[in-house]
Nanobody, 116 residues
Framework: QVQLVESGGGLVQPGGSLRLSCAAS????????MGWYRQAPGKERELVTI???????RYAESVKGRFTISRDNAKNTVYLQMNTLKSEDTAVYFC??????????WGKGTLVTVSS
């Protein structure tokens, strides 16, 4: 059974930082492309960033230079370091896993609220 469990969300002030984690089980983690998506209230889910099995990364323009994705294959975990947070970063953040044969899995999400 595939499980993706996000953690690390919470309330942070504008300009602050948070680190999200996603622990995966039930998959051959090292061959999966891992990603973070987010969905703000009243908006569609959008891609934030992905990291491939070879650690190639891609970021949405809105988070470039502020967010960093990384992976630890020994711990089956992917991280999202978020710095200089803005109110518009407020959303539920979802972890995703895509296999080489395009099977997709999702976590249940963790809420990030950026507010003073």
């Amino acid at each position: 059974q595939v499980q993706l469990v996000e953690s690390g969300g919470g309330l942070v002030q504008p300009g602050g930082s948070l680190r999200l984690s996603c622990a995966a089980s039930g998959i051959a983690f090292g061959i999966y492309t891992m990603g973070w998506y987010r969905q703000a209230p009243g908006k569609e889910r959008e891609l934030v960033t992905i990291i491939t099995s070879t650690s190639t990364t891609r970021y949405a323009e809105s988070v470039k230079g502020r967010f960093t994705i990384s992976r630890d294959n020994a711990k089956n975990t992917v991280y999202l370091q978020m710095n200089t947070l803005k109110s518009e970063d407020t959303a539920v953040y979802f972890c995703s896993a895509r296999s080489p044969w395009s099977a997709d899995y999702w976590g249940k999400g963790t809420l990030v609220t950026v507010s003073s």
